[in-house]
């Protein structure tokens, strides 16, 4: 579902924590060691609910391994103590401490919260003064093209500010980005590089990390973006994690730090692998001409791994058109301008961070302004002072980020503006309705606008972006009635008065050029408020994964891609309800729950195969909780506790953080099929209801309760299908049977009343034999007998014409595309009902048929257009032909809009698998196109305005989205 990345985890210190300590009153000492430990009990008793008590009788104990505490609960721990001490620690403290001695020697020597750092006093400084002329760069073909067009053009514009707390912060301009990336891939190169071969970077946020991901590209290699460790000591245990990574791209190349050149020697898997690392200070300065390889659209421009642990990773192939296609269609939906300021913290081996923020802002031309994820974790404030200084329109964050935010002290966000912003990207991992009101509230005095929230929908195997929300429409949360979805998936809206509706946010509409649908187990789209798995398609999908045939099987169904997420569309925008696989998101990393299993298997004391990970939504962090369940008969004390520090090491080691909760359970706590597989879904459910972590004896009942109530589930999702497909069938034989004898009555009967009368009573049969609800509104609209007016409907299925046979209660006659005029039967059929047809591709032809149909609306004859022209699978209204309203015109005839809702989520056009569902047919009030003639300049601008009356109209009542 969401991008493969780790936000927190992997963290760069500039310093290390100073080993020895001033001395102090011994009186002084004690007291802050008795105040320190009382917060970090007070945090773990938060970030580990119905645990056991963790005894803390030490201050050596580690924070990581032994307490469970990743990287976002030291940075909460350290904003207490800063708060309880009235001290200002060191930002870096929160990497460098592993024991609570650590951190009360910090305490000793920090300075008073008076030297804390001030970000308001700092002067603005925008950036987009500078943007007049400035154009994308639409004529690229692939990435390098598009930064030698900006090169070219505007050599010494800044594309990159680093952020500094103080000063403007360096810069890089797009004239320095070209030069000193030739000079990488020149370098690259003489050292052998071949074109298509994966290059590995390991870099930190800066300059060097720009030169060589361009120069990589440059010298016709392939980038392959992971991010450095926290500390150097790190490197070794860091580096034998992305082993696989290294062993499934075959990469014989990596630019990394220097210290890792010590790191790298007997890395696992690797000793028959040509394996050559280089720092780019080996590449700087390189003589000589570059060989410049000639890049096409479907050439890789980016290799983005989805796994960086022991697990078989799945390496994202994305070309230069998927890229170029997905950045131009994201600009495209948020109106990117060379005027905008995007404000990212987001790591550079991250999705929305590589693609999104940094080459986007290349593509368009706007400037970026980049600062280290640890700056942000350190002091999430300077995230959002530097949209202030900088007067940033863009920024992103997964949810957490926006979590933290909306928690900061008054006085760190005291003068605070936040007017310019005006699309606030949430995305990379589930995004929590709660955090949209609490940011949005906390924020709005300070200039935020909540309508510039958008919550976004993307994945790695869709470069970043799928779907995207209106703009300016702000999070949109659907709430939805819980017994209905929870037995049958359906998302039907909850009543005012529902105690606990289940609330989900949409995601948007699909980019432009790209498809989502929702389909059941056997594939077949649903219809809208329908939970199912998610796919999509579009020119921004993978071709594949990375010399991984296996997975990219698994990945493809026909001509669309599984995302691997479940949801429901509704009004054309995606809703994501969860994953159709157990992948745990924290903090926009994707961690896999049977590695995990695996590793903590090994544990002394652990049940081999009695292990359950799994992930529950955390309302403290805005993202997720990693819980790690384990079978032990291990007694109570010292032993399980013992093996609970192992556990979180061993996790820790496996993916670079502890699991958020450790439970030891004895066995038989971890569910399983009759296959043998993990049942985390259940498990989760029990987490949830409190009933782990109980003794046995109370367990039991429990388990038994969720194994009948999975069963009955099953139960009913048998009895769900076979209710589809026995109402396809009866659709479809009750159609059979009616379809015959309407077209004998059609063909037999005398007059135009009476075959109006027999389509009725067929139609209105066969509404009644499937089910079908039919509402109609507005039928006093219609003119009277005799006037000349047009009805006009939008189109979204076969069935809209057996929508409006049952609903309008006089003939009218249908325009329709000659190609059916030319079937015997057919033909026939639809003449003698008074259809009109009309020649869509020879030029006089159709000239005369609007002369002919102008002649026939004067006489008095009522007719339908679908202004549409046509339909398809694809929710929401499309552009109007101008047919209608022109004939209108010059006929002098009203035109009454028609909006049909509800026939597409039946019927949709690709598909012969109806669905259950109620159609309603809204009639507005008739427009005068005389009046309206009288009041504008010329037949053409009616045409116009009657087009755009209509328009308004049936886009209030369709249900679905603008599409032009």
């Known amino acids: 579902m969401f991008c493969p990345v780790a936000l927190w985890h992997h963290v760069q210190a500039p310093s290390a924590i100073t080993p020895t300590m001033e001395s102090a009153n011994p009186t002084n000492q004690q007291e802050a060691a008795a105040v320190l430990l009382e917060t970090l009990g007070g945090l773990l008793a938060e970030v580990r609910p119905g645990a056991s008590a963790v005894p803390i009788d030490s201050l050596d104990v580690s924070l990581e391994k032994d307490l469970g505490l990743d990287s976002l609960s030291r940075v909460e721990l350290l904003s207490r103590l800063e708060r309880r001490f009235q001290l200002a620690l060191p930002e870096h403290l929160y990497a460098e401490a592993e024991t609570p001695r650590d951190l009360l020697r910090a305490i000793q020597q920090a300075s008073p919260a008076a030297d804390a750092l001030d970000l308001a006093g700092s002067a603005a400084l925008p950036l987009a003064d500078a943007a007049v002329g400035v154009a994308p760069a639409r004529s690229a073909s692939n990435l390098v093209e598009a930064l030698r067009w900006h090169a070219e053009r505007w050599p010494d514009r800044v594309h990159v500010r680093f ?62 973006p992971i991010y450095p460790p926290g500390r150097p000591s790190q490197l070794r245990a860091y580096l034998e994690r992305y082993a696989p990574v290294f062993v499934s791209s075959r990469a014989p190349w990596m630019i990394a730090v220097p210290e890792a050149k010590d790191a790298v020697p007997g890395l696992p898997g690797l000793s028959g692998q040509r394996f050559c690392l280089l720092s780019m200070e080996e590449l700087a300065g390189a003589g000589g001409g570059l060989l410049e390889p000639a890049l096409s659209t479907r050439d890789l421009a980016l290799l983005q791994y989805t796994s960086g642990s022991t697990g078989q990773p799945k390496g994202v192939m994305l070309s230069h058109a998927n890229l170029l296609a997905n950045i131009r269609a994201m600009g495209e939906a948020v109106g990117a301008t060379a005027e905008d300021v995007f404000v990212s913290w987001l790591p550079l081996y991250h999705d929305m961070g590589l693609i999104g923020a940094w080459l986007g802002s290349l593509y368009h ?76 509230r906390r924020f709005a005095a300070h200039g935020f606008a909540a309508q510039a929230f958008a919550p976004v929908y993307g994945l790695a195997e869709s470069s970043v972006g799928l779907a995207f929300p209106p703009p300016a429409r702000g999070g949109l949360v659907d709430r939805i009635a819980r017994e209905p979805f929870s037995t049958r998936g359906e998302a039907l809206p909850a009543a005012e008065d529902e105690p606990k509706p289940l609330r989900f946010v949409a995601c948007g509409l699909p980019l432009p050029g790209h498809q989502i649908r929702v389909v059941d187990e056997a594939g077949r789209e649903l219809p809208e408020r329908r939970q199912g798995r998610i796919q999509f398609q579009g020119p921004s999908a993978t071709a594949g994964y990375y010399r991984d045939s296996a997975h990219t099987r698994e990945l493809f169904r026909g001509d669309w891609l599984e995302s691997g997420d479940l949801g429901y569309m509704a009004a054309g925008e995606v809703y994501v309800t969860g994953r159709s696989k157990d ?195 507005g039928l006093e609209h219609l003119p009277a007998a005799g006037e000349p007016f047009i009805l006009v409907c939008n189109h979204a299925s076969y069935l809209d014409v057996y929508a409006l046979v049952a609903a309008m209660p006089q003939p009218v006659g249908f325009v329709a595309k000659a190609e059916l005029a030319r079937g015997r039967l057919l033909g026939q059929a639809l003449r003698r009902i008074g259809t009109e047809f009309v020649e869509r591709y020879e030029a006089e032809k159709s000239l005369s048929d609007a002369r002919r149909l102008m002649e026939i609306l004067k006489a008095g004859k009522p007719l339908v257009y679908f202004a549409e022209g046509t339909f398809t699978r694809i929710p929401g209204l499309r552009p109007f032909r101008m047919g209608a309203f022109t004939a209108a015109v010059e006929a002098g005839a009203w035109v009454v809009p028609v909006a049909l809702r509800g026939t597409r989520s039946m019927l949709r056009g690709d598909d012969r698998f109806p669905h259950r569902g109620a159609i309603a047919v809204t009639i507005g009030l008739p427009l005068d196109s005389r009046a309206i003639r009288a009041e504008s300049a010329d037949d053409w601008q009616a045409a116009l305005r009657l087009r755009d009356l209509s328009r308004a109209h049936i886009l209030r009542y369709c249900g679905e989205p603008e599409l032009g």
């Open 163 to 224: 952020y500094a707390d103080e000063g403007e912060g360096e810069s890089l301009t797009y004239g320095e980005l070209e030069m000193q990336a030739r000079s990488t891939a020149t370098a690259l190169q003489g050292r052998g590089l071949a074109s298509g071969e994966p290059v590995v970077i390991m870099l930190p946020t800066g300059k060097e990390y720009f030169f060589s991901f361009f120069g990589v590209l440059m010298a016709g290699g392939i980038p392959l």
């Open 365 to 440: 031309g706007f400037p970026l302004v980049l600062m280290p994820s640890t700056s942000f974790l350190s002091r999430p404030r300077r995230w959002l002072w530097a949209i202030h200084r900088y007067r940033g329109t863009l920024s992103s964050s997964p949810n957490f980020g926006y979590e933290i935010c909306s928690r900061l002290d008054d006085a760190d966000i005291a003068g605070l503006d936040l007017s310019s912003w005006r699309w606030a990207f949430n995305g990379a991992e589930a995004v929590s309705p709660d955090t949209l009101d609490k940011f949005a």
């Open 583 to 777: 992948i745990v998101i924290r903090g926009g990393r994707n961690l896999y729950p049977p590695e995990i299993e695996q590793a903590v298997s090994g544990v002394d004391g652990i049940r081999k195969e009695g292990v359950a990970a799994f992930g529950v939504a955390s309302e403290t962090t805005g993202s997720e909780r990693l819980i790690v369940l384990a079978e032990t008969r291990l007694r109570p004390g010292p032993e399980q506790e013992h093996a609970r520090a192992a556990i979180n090491a061993v996790v820790a080691d496996l993916i670079g953080a502890p699991p958020d909760e450790v439970l030891l359970a004895p066995p038989g706590a971890v569910l399983k099929t009759s296959s043998g597989k993990v049942r985390r879904a259940v498990i989760r459910g029990l987490y949830e209801k409190g009933h782990l972590g109980r003794p046995a004896r109370r367990l039991l009942p429990a388990i038994a309760r969720a194994s009948a109530g999975r069963f009955a589930e099953r139960l009913r999702r048998l009895r769900l299908r076979l209710g589809e497909w026995g109402f396809a069938a009866w659709g479809w034989s009750s159609f059979a049977v009616l379809a015959p004898l309407l077209l004998a009555s059609v063909l037999a009967l005398p007059g135009l009343e009476q075959r109006w009368r027999a389509m009725r009573r067929a139609v209105q049969a066969l509404r009644r034999a499937t089910g079908t609800r039919l509402t109609v509104h």
